[in-house]
């Protein structure tokens, strides 16, 4: 697992600039190259193919309902040659087909296409309510600049609250100052929180 500390500084110059290097830099921190990824999201393939990357003896779980996602992360991984490090579900990510120690959602809808075609609050809420049941770390990326992704984002919120610290770590992370900036969860087994006793 690479120090969390060298990841930041290896992004500084990034790193509160752009929402997707702070995520990829938590990403970067946990993983190890023989883990299993589930990007529940797939959309066009970037963060599938960036985790491809991270975990060379491992495997990346690949999953959209839209036929023209599917189809686009391929091309994006196969002209990388990482073909053989990915397998794609064209299904709602609901219900998963396999288990992994990091499941990734980048919610919304697929850029350029049928804005109708989005994730919803609740199917997500099941869908992390079923990841939470075997993953060591979560990322939500919610964008609540338009109103299905304000309704995610609260719902998710809500949730979190709900999560024992004994058991789970939540981060919130938003950008006030930018309008209409996305938000990300980052949601992580606490190791051992139950054996600390006050002094």
């Known amino acids: 697992m690479q120090n969390s500390s060298a990841v930041f500084?290896?992004?500084a110059t990034f790193f509160w600039q752009s929402v997707r290097v702070f995520t990829q830099c938590l990403w970067k921190s946990f993983l190890q190259k023989n883990m299993q990824v589930i990007d529940a999201t797939c959309g066009r393939g970037k963060d599938t193919l960036f985790l491809a990357k991270k975990v060379p003896l491992g495997r990346v779980y690949a999953y959209d309902i839209q036929e023209k996602a599917i189809s686009?992360?391929?091309e994006r991984i196969t002209r990388e040659g990482l073909e053989k490090r990915v397998s794609f579900f064209?299904?709602?990510h609901t219900h998963f087909l396999q288990t992994a120690d990091l499941v990734v959602y980048n919610l919304g809808y697929l850029p350029g296409s049928d804005?109708?075609?989005c994730t919803r609050g609740k199917d997500v809420l099941i869908s992390v309510q079923e990841a939470m049941k075997f993953a060591k770390a979560l990322s939500i990326t919610c964008y609540p600049g338009?109103?299905?992704g304000a309704e995610e984002e609260r719902l998710i919120g809500r949730y979190c609250q709900t999560l024992s610290p004994k058991?789970?770590?939540v981060s919130h992370h938003t950008w006030p100052n930018r309008t209409l900036c996305?938000?990300?969860f980052w949601i992580t087994k606490t190791?051992?929180?139950d054996r600390v006793r006050p002094s």
Do not use: F
């Open 9 to 11: 500084q290896e992004n």
């Open 72 to 74: 686009e992360t391929k």
């Open 90 to 92: 064209q299904k709602s």
């Open 115 to 117: 804005k109708r075609i």
């Open 146 to 148: 338009h109103e299905e």
């Open 167 to 169: 058991e789970w770590t």
């Open 182 to 184: 996305p938000s990300l």
């Open 191 to 193: 190791p051992g929180l």
